[in-house]
């Protein structure tokens, strides 16, 4: 069995949950009496307990971030080509914590939980939750598991914002923070693509105000135009031109309203794939809190400001051809950090892939990537990898 | 009354239907057996006939281009910054024809008409009309009028791609070609976006397999759907920023599913607008016409080639911010024009707007357009504006 599963692959892995007692306050004013995380870590947390990483997800993401749950897995964890051993987040050296976010539907307390408060799921009445309750959880997650300090947080996309939240709020509980195809705050373009999405998904009959699974039922239509519309912001024009092109999916025009193009019966097949198995509520929250995010917003909105308390050391990395949030708004968060007098390192890969690239194992990207996680690895007294690769059993590679 | 009209408007004016009693055989093979044409002229047709000109429609626009219904209309037609006595498209001098395409839901032949084989509505049976068959029928018009050849066709758009397919099948019939924020076929990702709201729609359970009418009702949500997304494709990113940027509704966010920002009420405002008074049917066939706009296609996809066949002068104009038809789409109009040794000229304007950006009166925009105009009048010798201005009489200004 193991032969299936490459050699820099964490392995078969186990998600743990984790029960959390103590009652949560959120940004809305609203409170969660109590909650579950579920997590995985790869890798093992040293003597000092200084090497470990936290990965934070993106809107659809979930903690099953690198490895496989069984041999029967199709494919391995959505940052499966970053985590592993030897790879650019090193396993044989790092201790990685990947968890699912509150209110998200992969385990986590969300709104397919029980509310204790009445007996009966939260469906739409599971709070909306802001990117600086989830690093207020991800705080509790980290006291459980004895970690006093991050040697880094890193996310893509909003998880990015949740590593600058962390950077902001708790700057002495991380060493660097890695920002990746994020943005400071939404545009009123992202919002409104979010606001699209949310229509598709509240407008759908099935929905039933958030309480479809009353009606054991689930809205469909409005999860698939989500995802299809997401699907086009998360590639670029390019990517979709060098994919699909115009290609047809018959020889010749349908004269009807059937899938002509390869793109029209890929996003459709997307679409549906992911209304089976996402939670409308979950995707709701999550738009909501992307479209929310603005960490200026206590400090006169002035993002150099807001980024003054932090004490970590930052990388930020952007694409090309990410239109969802370009390249510039990756230099906004980079010019907010050189005016708060903090290290920065930046890089703007040269990509096709649109805004989807930080999941790709893009050459530069992680030649980028692994270097600076080698100054992390430096900074808290870890081997080098090459050193970590030489102790390593020889016939291993 | 008339003080409330402004003096460069074509003022009151009055569309006129045109009957059609010869089939009209399509792209698709399909036969239209008759048909009727709404249309608006503006101007007056001089002893030569030498003067007209021919507005082609976008996607949701209509045979209403300039002036007033009446005097409770609120706004004039969709182009009255460009059409009208001294303005652009100069009516004191040339005799300007707009109509609405077949498959319109403006009083042309489209799905809401009675099908004279079944005596009943279309609807969905109504088939899919391409960008040729359009221009095919604007030609019997162009006959109907006693137009053997038009100054200009101009369309921005959609319009712009019926305004190239005049070129190419029927060289003879234009002396000019305006073709204006518009793309020689659609991207992938152009298609993509039409593909989402077609789904919008057809998903909708309202729609019925598009016999909604029979159903006594009308696909709203869909429609909704896809004028929000439409209207995001017409704006730019930085045009949004502008007119929305993060703006609150109100003083605070609802942490619940209201809309929050300002561009999501707009948003749904537009939306809902549109899908009290746009067929659903007509869309769905007017995206259909976009996607499968490919005129190379007959060519082996060569435009240079296949543009090699026309015999008119071209102006291209396109918009820095436009993400829908970016300037590079334009450019490879203008390329191709040039290798096939034809006289273009080409503008790009630099505009927030995105691609609404042609609707709207830019003072550059205008001054081109404006001054590729009047070439066009020199050519077929007209006065110019100056000496047409110098003839009003007096204090008319």
Redesign the interface.
């Known amino acids: 069995m193991p032969e299936q599963i490459p050699e820099d692959s964490v392995g078969l892995v186990q998600p743990q949950t984790l029960h959390f007692d103590e009652p949560l306050e959120l940004?809305?004013?609203?409170v969660i009496p109590e909650y579950q995380l579920v997590i995985e870590t790869y890798g093992e947390l040293n003597a000092d307990r200084s090497n470990a990483v936290l990965i934070c997800h993106a809107l659809s993401g979930h903690h099953h971030a690198a490895g496989y749950h069984s041999m029967e897995d199709r494919k391995p964890g959505w940052w499966d080509s970053a985590i592993g051993p030897g790879k650019v987040i090193d396993t044989n050296r790092f201790f990685v914590v990947a968890l699912n976010n509150l209110g998200g539907c992969h385990g986590s307390t969300g709104p397919q939980s029980i509310n204790p408060e009445t007996g009966k799921e939260y469906g739409p009445d599971f709070?909306?939750v802001a990117v600086r309750d989830w690093v207020k959880s991800q705080v509790r997650l980290a006291d459980r598991l004895g970690i006093e300090q991050w040697a880094a947080v890193v996310g893509g996309s909003l998880g990015g914002m949740q590593a600058m939240r962390w950077s902001i709020d708790h700057p002495q509980r991380l060493r660097h923070c890695l920002v990746i195809a994020s943005a400071p705050?939404?545009?009123?373009?992202n919002?409104?693509?979010n606001?699209?999405a949310?229509?598709?998904i509240?407008?759908?009959?099935e929905f039933h105000g958030g309480r479809y699974k009353d009606h054991d039922t689930v809205p469909k239509?409005g999860l698939?135009?989500a995802r299809?519309?997401g699907?086009?912001t998360y590639?670029s024009?390019d990517s979709?031109?060098e994919?699909?092109?115009?290609e047809l999916r018959r020889d010749k025009?349908s004269?009807?309203?059937e899938?002509?193009?390869q793109?029209?019966s890929y996003?459709?097949y997307q679409?549906e794939s992911f209304s089976g198995s996402f939670d409308a509520n979950t995707y709701?929250l999550m738009t909501?809190a992307l479209?929310?995010f603005?960490p200026s917003i206590d400090h006169d909105y002035d993002l150099a400001k807001t980024l003054s308390a932090a004490e970590c050391k930052f990388m930020v990395i952007s694409f090309t051809t990410d239109?969802r949030f370009s390249p510039e708004r990756s230099r906004e968060i980079v010019d907010a950090l050189i005016a708060a007098g903090k290290s920065v390192s930046y890089a703007e890969i040269e990509a096709a892939h649109g805004h989807d690239a930080f999941l790709i194992p893009i050459p530069r990207y992680l030649d980028v990537f692994g270097r600076y996680m080698e100054t992390v690895a430096a900074d808290i007294g870890l081997p080098s990898k090459t050193q970590s690769d030489n102790s390593r059993p020889e016939g291993s590679n």
């Open positions: 940004r809305s004013g609203r709070p909306i705050k939404l545009t009123a373009q919002i409104a693509f606001e699209v949310r229509q598709a509240s407008k759908d009959p239509r698939m135009l299809m519309l699907h086009i590639l024009d979709m031109r994919k699909f092109g115009r025009f004269f009807d309203y899938a002509d193009f793109v029209e996003l459709r679409g709701l909501k479209d929310y603005d239109w």
